[in-house]
């Protein structure tokens, strides 16, 4: 199976409300950037990529927690983050049933971590090419 279909498999495994809210992220992200990648980490995690991890969901017993790879560098006008605030490069958003997504502000932040992946990748793709070539960059 591929890893979008191995997501599917595990949100319909999740019988209760956790597969639905997974349903809607994935849904919410994969709306904000048609180029993004699913795959299937670390034996059984849904993660979302675009030049580097975007986020990661995970069902837990109790909520749902989507973690974003470099959410401590991530703007969070809203305040959704609500989960490992104290990390230096990991956030996350935990869900409970009774929770709404703020479609809004989780677009926002999946958009600003594809940007800041891509600027990464790009300053990357410069240094790459400028060890390369023999010069060295300002």
């Keep these: 199976m591929n890893p979008s279909e191995l997501i599917d498999e595990y949100i319909a495994g999740l019988t209760d409300w956790r597969g ?3 349903s809607k992220i994935r849904k919410l992200i994969r709306d904000t950037d048609p180029e993004i990648i699913e795959e299937w980490k670390w034996m059984g995690t849904p993660t979302w990529s675009h030049d580097g991890i975007v986020a990661i969901a995970n069902a837990h017993k109790e909520k749902v927690k989507l973690t974003f790879a470099e959410g401590a560098s991530l703007p969070d ?6 989960s490992m605030l104290e990390g230096n490069k990991w956030r996350a958003i935990d869900f ?28 990357a793709t410069k240094k790459s090419a400028a060890k390369k070539s023999g010069k060295k960059r300002a």
């Design 20 to 22: 639905k809210t997974i």
């Design 77 to 82: 006008p809203s305040k959704i983050f609500n």
């Design 96 to 123: 409970f049933q009774s929770d709404t997504i703020n479609v809004s502000a989780l677009r926002k932040l999946v958009q600003a971590a594809i940007s800041q992946n891509s600027l990464k990748t790009k300053g």
